[in-house]
C-alpha cells in the first residue's frame, strides 16, 4: 500500500474549520483514502474513507484531489473534543492484505478555547 | 456492549512471564486484527484474522507471539517470555468483510 505524509502537529480554534493535508503521491488506482483519529487512552476511531469523489459524513468532509496524489479532511466546526491525533492511511483491498492499515505518526491536532 | 472489547485494560508481567489478552470482537464481525501500539507511535500491525482462518501474520515481531481465534470469534494474544520492549498497548479490532474497522480501547502490557 502507498504511503501517506502528514504534518506532525496543528493547532485550530474551537468553532473554526480545520484542514488536515495529507500526501498519498504514490496511490494507485484501485486503493481507497481512510481517514481515523485517536484520542488519548482511547482505540483508534474511523472517520471517512474516499476513492476519487469527495465525501461527507456527520463528521467531516474527505477532499480528494483530481490527481487522488494528496487529501484534505476537513472538520467543519471543530470542539475541544476533536483534540486528537487524526491518520491518514491509504489502503487497497486485496483480500490478503487489506486489514493491515498503515497508521504511520499522523497529525496530532489541538483544539483552542 | 455494542463494541469491541478487550480484557484486561491493564497487565503488568514480570520478565519472562507468559500473557494472554482477550478480545471480544462486534457480534457478527467475521474480520478480526491486533495492533500494537508503542509509547507516541501510530498502531503497528500485527496479525488479521477472517473467521478462524488467519490469513496474515506477517507483522508479528517474533516466535513469541502467538494468535489465536479458534471459534471465529473471540480472539487471544499470547506473548510467551515477555522482554521490556514488548511493553504497549495492544489494539483489537474488528469489521465486517471489507468495511471500517472498530478498535476496542486497548490492553496496555508492562513488563518489568
Known amino acids: 500500500d502507498a504511503k501517506t505524509t502528514q504534518p506532525p502537529s496543528m493547532d485550530c480554534a474551537e468553532g473554526r474549520a480545520a484542514n488536515l493535508p495529507c500526501n498519498h503521491s504514490t496511490i494507485s488506482g484501485n486503493e481507497y483514502v481512510y481517514w481515523y483519529r485517536q484520542i488519548h487512552s482511547q482505540g483508534p476511531q474511523y472517520i471517512i474513507h474516499?476513492?476519487?469523489n469527495n465525501e461527507t459524513n456527520e463528521m467531516a468532509s474527505l477532499i480528494i484531489t483530481e490527481d487522488r496524489k494528496s487529501s484534505t479532511l476537513i472538520l467543519p466546526h471543530a470542539t475541544l473534543r476533536d483534540t486528537a491525533v487524526y491518520y491518514c492511511i491509504v489502503r487497497g483491498f486485496k483480500t490478503d492484505s487489506w486489514g493491515k492499515l498503515q497508521f504511520g505518526a499522523g497529525t496530532q491536532v489541538v483544539v483552542t478555547p | 456492549g455494542a463494541g469491541v472489547s478487550q480484557s484486561p485494560r491493564y497487565k503488568v508481567a514480570k520478565r519472562g512471564q507468559d500473557v494472554a489478552l482477550r478480545c471480544d470482537p462486534i457480534?457478527?464481525?467475521?474480520?478480526l486484527f491486533w495492533y500494537q501500539q508503542a509509547l507516541g507511535q501510530g498502531p503497528e500491525f500485527l496479525t488479521y484474522f477472517q473467521n478462524e482462518a488467519q490469513l496474515d501474520k506477517s507483522g508479528l515481531p517474533s516466535d513469541r507471539f502467538f494468535a489465536e481465534r479458534p471459534e471465529g470469534s473471540v480472539s487471544t494474544l499470547k506473548i510467551q517470555r515477555t522482554q521490556q520492549e514488548d511493553s504497549a498497548v495492544y489494539l483489537c479490532?474488528?469489521?465486517?468483510?471489507?468495511?471500517?474497522?472498530?478498535f476496542g480501547q486497548g490492553t496496555r502490557l508492562t513488563v518489568v
Open positions: 474516499g476513492l476519487k
Open positions: 457480534s457478527g464481525h467475521v474480520s
Open positions: 479490532a474488528s469489521s465486517l468483510s471489507l468495511s471500517e474497522a472498530f
